[in-house]
């Protein structure tokens, strides 16, 4: 593990290792199919292999590593399934978000999603992945945010690892950057004028992207998937 950060040691290793090990396999930085060593992994971190292992059985539980008992734990491959499933949880609870966003029409929000899409126009630009994924996560959480759901925001975090692997591969693809950067324009446009119809379907048309082209992306990475 190259660059392996250091634990803070006044937090909990195992939720840090959680969110560490769950970062580089949503990030394809750990592969689909990749072995991960409990050893090895207590060794880097300088900690037991308790924390290891509860770190590895959370992710097991949302499906991005395969655990099997006393032989190789292994990243697991891209489930299509799992991915329409998490699109149609999203899709139907962000349909509401942008209709009661619209309606209220806040300022404030408007401002912030402004300001993120600016920042993506920037990091498309320095063809910077790793940065515009997280500020294209942060505008979504935003929208979460302005309306006191937090909770669902983590719930479809936690379902989104299968979907979130295949927009990475998606990514590099294309305009698919600029792309997302005109979705969220228009969405950020349909908030701030208040038409919650124009917020909904600017909304569906974004979320829909990557699974149309889902036949495309298993074909060009056939290994990475089930």
Known sequence: MANTPKLDRYRQAAPQLYE?????IVSLEFLPGTA?????????FDVSQTPVREALLKLAEERLVDVFPQAATRVSLIDTGIAEE???LRRAIELELVRELALRGTAELSAQLKELVARQIWLR????YGGFVLADQEFHRRMY?????DDLWKLVCSRSGHIDRLRRLHLPTGDKMTRIVSDH????EAIAGRDPAAAQESLREHLSGTLDSMARIRAEHPQYFT
């Not at 409990?38 to 060794?43: C, P």
């Not at 324009?185 to 950020?188: F, N």
């Open 20 to 24: 560490l090990l769950r970062d580089k």
């Open 185 to 188: 324009s228009r969405i950020l």
């Open 125 to 128: 630009d320095q063809q910077d």
């Open 145 to 149: 945010n302005a309306l006191g759901k």
């Open 86 to 88: 998490t699109h149609f």
């Open 36 to 44: 991960l060593s409990r050893v090895e992994i207590s060794a880097q």
